[in-house]
Nanobody, 118 residues
Framework: QVQLVESGGGLVQAGGSLRLSCATS????????LGWYRQAPGKQRELVATITPDYFTNYVDSVKGRFTVSRDNAKNTVYLQMNNLKPEDTAVYYC????????????WGQGTQVTVSS
């Protein structure tokens, strides 16, 4: 059974930091591209950051220079370090895992709420 479990969300003031974690099980972690998405109320889910099996990263422009995605293959965990948070970063953040060869093998976490107060 595949599980992706996010943690680390919460309430923080603007300018603050949070570190999200996504612990996975049931997948061969090193074969998956990992990603963080977010969905704000009334908006579509958007891609925030991804990291490939060989550690290439990609970010949406709005978080470049503030967020860092990383992975620990020994712990089957992906992280999102979020610094200098802004109220517009408020959203539910979801962890995503997609097999790097078989895109049909894709899994989602349940989401964790991040709220940034001004």
């Amino acid at each position: 059974q595949v599980q992706l479990v996010e943690s680390g969300g919460g309430l923080v003031q603007a300018g603050g930091s949070l570190r999200l974690s996504c612990a996975t099980s049931g997948i061969t972690f090193s074969n998956f591209k990992l990603g963080w998405y977010r969905q704000a109320p009334g908006k579509q889910r958007e891609l925030v950051a991804t990291i490939t099996p060989d550690y290439f990263t990609n970010y949406v422009d709005s978080v470049k220079g503030r967020f860092t995605v990383s992975r620990d293959n020994a712990k089957n965990t992906v992280y999102l370090q979020m610094n200098n948070l802004k109220p517009e970063d408020t959203a539910v953040y979801y962890c995503n895992a997609k097999h790097f060869l078989r895109a049909s093998l894709e899994y989602w976490g349940q989401g964790t709420q991040v709220t940034v107060s001004s």
